[in-house]
Each structure stands twice: as structure tokens, then as C-alpha cells.
């Protein structure tokens, strides 16, 4: 569920519509998107913006109790993965196999598309509630 700040509105539009366990998922710029998944494009040119930037921004806006990646990413993007740990410390991470986080991703209410080029930069967030201000992550 949204806490704040995003300007975009497709972005705050999803954000604000989540209920909990909805998905939501950060995306390089090569995930394939099924087309009756709604894609919110923020493409602009090879790497920007980047996949850590709009993780970012999107982890301070939204209540998330778990999230899901690759397990392909430890080895093949392990820079992106310490700075996925390094922004989400206190978040489980349940780890699938790429051609699994490709059927859960067809089934998020969004998919973010980056400007990233690198590989298995991709994320799905499961959103929590938030009942009141004690309420964790």
C-alpha cells in the first residue's frame, strides 16, 4: 500500500490500489511483458533510469512484506543483488528460478519497466498492510 512521493501517476495510481499480497514488479529493460499485463514504461535510454534508482524510490512508497528474484541473479548480476539486500535488509526474499519469476511477473498489477541493461535485474514486490504507524515494513 503507498506510503508517499512518487510524482508518476500510473506508478501512484497502482501503488494506491494495492491490497495485500498484490505484486508488483520492477523490470530491466528485457523482461518480456505479456501484453495483458499493464506495463508502465519509464525507458528513456540504455540505463537510465536504472533498475536500483526506481527500486529505490518505489521501496520508500510502498509496504512490502516480501519480495521475489531470480535465483540466476547471484550469479549473474551480483551488483545488483548487494545493493537489493543493502536497500531492502529486513524484507524476506523468496527465491524462484527465472522462467517462475516470468509467470509471477504476468500476474503483478504492474510491471516497471527500467532503462537497465543488465541481467536478472528484475524484482517482484509483495505488498503488505498498514494499519497503523507501528505497523512494520
Known amino acids: ?4 512521493g512518487i510524482l508518476n501517476s ?12 498484490d505484486l508488483v514488479c520492477i523490470a530491466d529493460a528485457g523482461l518480456p511483458i505479456p501484453s495483458d ?3 508502465i514504461d519509464l ?26 528474484l531470480a535465483e540466476e541473479i547471484k550469479s549473474h548480476n551480483p ?3 548487494e545493493e537489493i539486500k543493502r536497500l531492502t535488509p529486513d524484507i524476506l526474499i523468496q527465491w524462484v528460478t527465472h522462467e517462475e519469476f516470468k509467470k509471477m511477473s504476468s500476474k503483478s498489477k504492474a510491471i516497471i519497466r527500467t532503462g537497465e541493461m543488465t541481467p536478472y535485474a528484475n524484482i517482484l514486490l509483495q505488498s503488505n498492510v498498514h494499519f497503523s504507524e507501528d505497523s512494520e515494513k
Not at 500500500?1 to 508517499?4: L, P
Not at 500510473?10 to 499480497?21: A, F, N, Q, R, S
Not at 535510454?45 to 529505490?56: A, I, M, N, Q, T
Open 37 to 39: 499485463t499493464k506495463k
Open 1 to 4: 500500500m503507498k506510503k508517499h
Open 43 to 68: 525507458a528513456l535510454s540504455k540505463g537510465f533510469p536504472s533498475f536500483v534508482d526506481v527500486l529505490r524510490l518505489v521501496l520508500d512508497d510502498m509496504w512490502i512484506e516480501k519480495i521475489y
Open 10 to 21: 500510473e506508478i501512484t495510481k497502482v501503488l494506491t490500489d494495492l491490497g495485500h499480497t
Open 79 to 81: 551488483a545488483v543483488l
